[in-house]
């Protein structure tokens, strides 16, 4: 199944969710109403989690112990009235695709093709436009890959071991990475990543923030190939006092850092275009 941002062609029908909270509120010249819709069934670890998120929402996975996949979506519409909140609230929402190794997660609403091939034929084009939110919080088997596509909202990745690919085009973002191949790009925001102390178990990752400020935790344990870069305008704040230089000749700068820390080994790359990125000791244990 291909899946790109912001779209899916995953099932024909919203699945039918157990509402658990409706709340109103009045804004200038729109009313707002929140639902909170929830999900859970059976998967087991080693399998994949792609989850595809709203234009705007926040993405939380949690990792667990058990075998299932858990779904809470806070869901927020906005219109002029009751009648056409109703009528938003019909087609917004996630579907799951769902087989025994991969499983996905999908945004859908008016402003993705699934939307819109299954809004009714009088469905009102003034309510294309306006806007909605789906904040998630998702909890997945600690040994799972991820792949998560998020637009602008906060991102929180916590107790999951396995390779990440997360991709998000605003974020104040925290993702903990302990094995795996690891993958996350955050188009401006900030972001905070942490590797395990007990041992990263990865075999490379490549993190970069085009817009912001990117901070980086690394255990003393840890032996890797560093490359730290600012494409721009920033500068590199290296609190790392044991990293040395990969090659003699080649001195650190405030704008690049190519170094090894312990015996070397696998390849760690993380770039910044204009903003600040930050090399520190993690203090605490994961």
Known sequence: MKINKFTGVAAAIILTFTATAITYSQTPNLVKRITTKTDRFDFGAGGTIIITGAPNGSVKVVGSTKN??????EIEVQAANEIDLAQLAEVTGFVTDETTIRTSIITVGVHNKFGLKKLPKK?????LALPFKINYIVTVPRYSDLE??????DLSVTGVEGSM????IESKAYV?????????TVGSGSLDVVFGSRG???RYANISV???NLNVRLPSTLSAEIDAVILKTGSIENLLPDLKPRERKVPF???SILAKAGVGGAPLKFTVGDGTLKLERLEQPL
């Open 200 to 202: 990263w178990r990865g």
């Open 165 to 168: 690919q997360i991709n998000f």
């Open 123 to 127: 469905f009102p084009k003034s309510l």
């Open 210 to 212: 085009a817009s912001g």
């Open 68 to 73: 299932e996949i858990e779904i809470v979506a």
């Open 148 to 153: 998560i596509d998020g637009g602008s909202g």
């Open 176 to 184: 903990e990475i302990v094995g795996g191949s690891t993958s996350v």
């Open 253 to 255: 700068t405030e704008k």
